[in-house]
């Protein structure tokens, strides 16, 4: 098969890039050195995919790629796994989480996605939204928490005006400027808005500050170099 045939050139390359006479930056990597780049990549990957630019989603799904092929490699280097693993471990995943799929047991739910993730890691109790994840950036926990919740029906402000909600925490805000609950209702509130209306508030953010220094050039003026 092609697809094989490409993936092993790619480890191929990958290997011969980090080998003896290999690329000096390549060669000095390590787990450590290329977690900023993991992020930037998946980054990109998502503006990529806001651009709808077929060839530079290509590209930059080549790239996150790469992430997984770099670390896989690292990791053969010092014996502590290799690619193979990486890929049996997500099949395993992949097969052990989709019941209703691969086993005909029950309808899909996220519940009963959280429950089969909690069984695996062993733990005896497990949240039907799932949990804080302390390696996901602040604003993004939050919104997919909200969204968690509301797909397993959970709506802590069903019977409530959101806008009204959010009216009255920049009142309190702009009253009681040391009480920081405030601060944190207007920003929750503020972020359940978008969720409930299925506004991607990552996307707009990210747009939100290409408008931004848009209109700051346009006020600057430019400075000459």
């Known amino acids: 098969m092609k697809e094989l045939e490409n ?7 990958m290997e011969t890039l ?3 006479n290999g690329c000096p930056w390549d060669k000095k990597q390590t787990h450590e050195s290329l977690k900023p780049y993991v992020i930037e990549e998946a980054y990109e990957l998502v503006h990529a995919i806001d651009s709808k630019d077929k060839n530079y989603l290509i590209e930059e799904l080549g790239d996150v790629l790469l992430q997984v092929v770099f670390h896989s490699q690292i ?18 995943k992949l097969v052990k989480r989709h019941p209703h799929v691969f086993e005909s047991k029950g309808e899909y739910s996220y519940e009963q996605w959280e429950k ?18 302390p390696g996901m950036p602040p604003l993004m926990n939050l919104r997919r ?10 709506d802590p402000y069903e019977n409530e005006d959101i806008i009204d909600l959010l009216i009255d925490d920049l009142k309190n805000i702009k009253n009681e400027k040391s009480n920081k609950r405030y601060n944190i209702d207007f ?18 953010i990210s747009k939100a500050a290409k408008h931004f220094i848009e209109e700051y050039k346009k006020n600057e003026g430019g400075e000459d170099l």
């Open 18 to 20: 980090r080998s003896e």
């Open 7 to 13: 993936f092993k050139k790619l480890l191929e390359i």
């Open 116 to 133: 089969l993730k909690a069984k695996e890691k062993g733990k005896k109790e497990f949240s039907k939204i799932g949990e804080y994840n």
């Open 187 to 204: 920003l929750t509130h503020l972020i359940y808005f978008y969720v409930k209306n299925n506004i991607n508030i990552d996307s707009l």
């Open 145 to 154: 928490l909200i969204e968690n919740s509301l797909s397993v029906s959970y």
């Open 75 to 92: 990791a053969k280097e010092n014996n502590d796994f290799t690619i193979n693993d990486v890929i049996e471990k997500l099949n395993e």
